[in-house]
């Protein structure tokens, strides 16, 4: 069986690995991750909220096959007890627009990804965590068993376990440094080097999956360094808090989580999400100009403080005074995003990778890229996953992702 190593071991990486693993040795199966610290960025700072159908055209079909994979991995694994997997409802507290933007426009000019509701409005009742108005209207977003909440670090961290049980070899902290080419110029080898001894380990494989999401270009580049080619992915900042709060107790939970968008100020929409175990996450406070770190783990030393007083702001404000509060985490992650607002999966053709270079005929080979899922990177996790294990494998796709290819 041809080995595959997958280069970034975030929720898309770990997810891909966890569904090669089903059809192919786990042990052929590599996973390399760079950041001495895993899940340093959005795979453990994002939301974790979850839709089935609030996406566009091209990745509706991806949608909607990873809220099944959810859904399927929670019955078959106790996903409510082991990640905090639990339906949802999703409600505006300001009246959401008939016109649907583009599914990434929420987070670049601080507008509400309420706007990508599937659901016609209904009047709604506020959770008894959220402090509101008397003339504040409270509208359900999102239809019934469409949406729902994980903790997105308890899933990358089980699914990362599954891996490892199953005989995946992890490399960390390392690095892909560079591949090797046979006598016919197509990749044989990828050299990965122990970011901590200095070691380096030559790998033979032909197929090869970059995950690393907004470092995914970083990736390309330094394995690819005659290629004029870059990959279009960019990075959106985001900071967030986790807080808890006493009017949002176990006693609460048999009724299921509560996804709440609201429109605080021009180019500022806070979303906050109730997860099981008594935690509330708030964000909203996006930037496209911050500029990426080397590694996810140098993340926290950029938190801003006026980012995170806004925040406070806004926990203030709809959840109540903050005497009761308890402030578990101050965030910041760089979410992986593309111009066109969709994610990219798919083979990188070989006449991106540079001169005298190329990769076997797939299933035997290949260069693969998924990564640019913006807002959606834990929602489409499981989907994402599931597709990519079947192209690198040349099965049959469970979703048609033919919209998602890389455009070059």
């Not at 790998?203 to 999401?213: F, L, V």
């Not at 783990?297 to 702001?313: C, P, Q, W, Y």
């Amino acid at each position: 069986m041809t080995t595959t190593v997958v280069l970034g071991a975030g929720i898309i990486g770990t997810s891909t690995a966890y569904y090669l693993s089903k059809h192919q040795p786990a042990s052929s199966i590599h996973l390399v991750e760079p950041s001495p610290e895993l899940f340093a960025s959005a795979s453990g700072y994002a939301g974790g909220f979850l839709a089935k159908d609030w996406f566009s055209p091209a990745s509706a079909e991806l949608g909607a096959l990873s809220f099944e994979e959810h859904r399927k991995l929670t019955e078959k694994e106790d996903g409510a007890r082991k990640w905090g997997y639990a339906r949802s409802t999703s409600i505006s507290l300001s009246p959401a627009t008939n016109t649907k933007k583009r599914v990434d426009v929420w987070c670049r000019d601080g507008a509400s990804r309420a706007e990508a509701a599937s659901g016609d409005s209904s009047i709604g009742v506020a959770p008894p965590w959220l402090r509101k108005q008397d003339d504040d209207s409270v509208e359900v977003i999102s239809e019934e068993n469409s949406v729902a909440q994980v903790d997105p670090l308890q899933l990358s961290q089980f699914l990362l376990q599954k891996c490892l049980d199953a005989g995946v070899h992890l490399h960390h902290p390392a690095k892909a440094i560079s591949i090797q080419t046979d006598m016919r110029n197509e990749i044989s080898s990828i050299c990965i080097a122990n970011t901590q001894s200095s070691s380096e380990t030559d790998i033979p494989c032909t197929n090869i999956i970059i995950t690393a999401g907004a470092w995914s270009p970083q990736v390309f580049a330094t394995l690819f360094p005659t290629s004029e080619f870059a990959l279009p992915i960019s990075s959106l900042a985001g900071h967030s808090l986790v807080v808890k709060s006493p009017r949002w107790a176990a006693e609460h939970e048999e009724h299921g989580c509560h996804a709440v968008f609201l429109t605080s100020q021009p180019g500022y929409s806070p979303e906050l999400f109730s997860r099981i175990g008594g935690h509330i996450y708030i964000a909203g406070l996006n930037s496209a100009t911050a500029p990426l770190p080397v590694l996810a783990t140098d993340s926290k030393a950029r938190v801003e403080k006026s980012a995170i007083e806004k925040l406070r702001g806004t926990v203030r404000e709809v959840l109540g005074g903050d005497d009761d509060l308890e402030v578990i985490r101050e965030g910041l992650c760089f979410r992986p995003t593309t111009d066109r607002g969709t994610p990219i999966l798919g083979r990188i053709p070989d006449s991106c990778l540079g001169p005298a270079v190329s990769a076997r005929a797939a299933p035997e080979g290949g260069v693969y890229l998924a990564a640019g899922h913006g807002p959606w990177g834990i929602s489409m996790s499981l989907g994402t996953g599931k597709v990519m294990a079947e192209m690198i494998q040349g099965r049959a796709l469970s979703a048609d992702v033919s919209g998602l290819a890389l455009e070059f």
